[in-house]
T-cell receptor
Framework: EAQVTQNPRYLITVTGKKLTVTCSQNMNHEYMSWYRQDPGLGLRQIYYSMNVEVTDKGDVPEGYKVSRKEKRNFPLILESPSPNQTSLYFC?????????????FGEGSRLTVL | AQSVAQPEDQVNVAEGNPLTVKCTYSVSGNPYLFWYVQYPNRGLQFLLKYITGDNLVKGSYGFEAEFNKSQTSFHLKKPSALVSDSALYFCAVRSGFQKLVFGTGTRLLVSP
């Protein structure tokens, strides 16, 4: 089954404790992206990757890091989480480097930073 | 800069009645427009898109959307709502090689 898989789905952590949210897709998509969803703000892009070893900042990259060492994986790293990073995070992918198609989303990862 | 507006936080409709979820956009070139739906505790799912061609676009689950260039709108519609249509709906737009921009979402509540 074609899918985007995120882990963990739910996480409660404390300020400053490094964490990684993994994202993997099995559709051989070149483009991958991370979003955060907050009430009243919709989805905001954190980082995106057009292909392996190519990453770029989105609208709200502060406090986050990403890497794209393999085509299928695009982990989101919070080096020192803070409470304002409490949010619902989505990973998404799509084929090709030209954005004419729809995004495929993971199920989401709800993160709480205390 | 690109932007998209969903003026209603919530839309309430009775089952069997037609529904409309509104979306207006602002882009500098030709728009590519999308609708996504998010069910509780799930990721966003693609519903439909407008790239070019007919202004009326048909998508999944009986939904359709009408592209109106003069009003810069892309409203989502369904002739007869189902309780199972209750979800959060997002409109999104991009133009050229710009990134995709999402609206803030509209919660649709269909009552039995």
């Amino acid at each position: 089954e074609a899918q985007v898989t995120q882990n963990p789905r739910y996480l409660i952590t404390v300020t400053g404790k490094k964490l990684t949210v993994t994202c993997s897709q099995n559709m051989n998509h070149e483009y991958m992206s991370w979003y955060r969803q907050d009430p009243g703000l919709g989805l905001r892009q954190i980082y995106y990757s057009m292909n392996v070893e190519v990453t770029d900042k989105g609208d709200v990259p502060e406090g986050y890091k990403v890497s794209r060492k393999e085509k299928r994986n695009f982990p989101l790293i919070l080096e020192s989480p803070s409470p304002n990073q409490t949010s619902l995070y989505f990973c998404a992918s799509r084929p090709g480097q030209v954005d004419t198609g729809e995004l495929f989303f993971g199920e989401g990862s709800r993160l709480t930073v205390l | 800069a690109q932007s998209v507006a969903q003026p209603e936080d919530q839309v309430n409709v009775a089952e069997g009645n037609p529904l409309t979820v509104k979306c207006t956009y602002s882009v500098s070139g030709n728009p590519y427009l999308f609708w996504y739906v998010q069910y509780p505790n799930r990721g966003l799912q693609f519903l439909l898109k407008y790239i070019t061609g007919d202004n009326l676009v048909k998508g999944s689950y009986g939904f359709e959307a009408e592209f109106n260039k003069s009003q810069t709108s892309f409203h989502l519609k369904k002739p007869s709502a189902l309780v199972s249509d209750s979800a959060l709906y997002f409109c999104a737009v991009r133009s050229g090689f710009q990134k995709l921009v999402f609206g803030t979402g509209t919660r649709l509540l269909v009552s039995p």
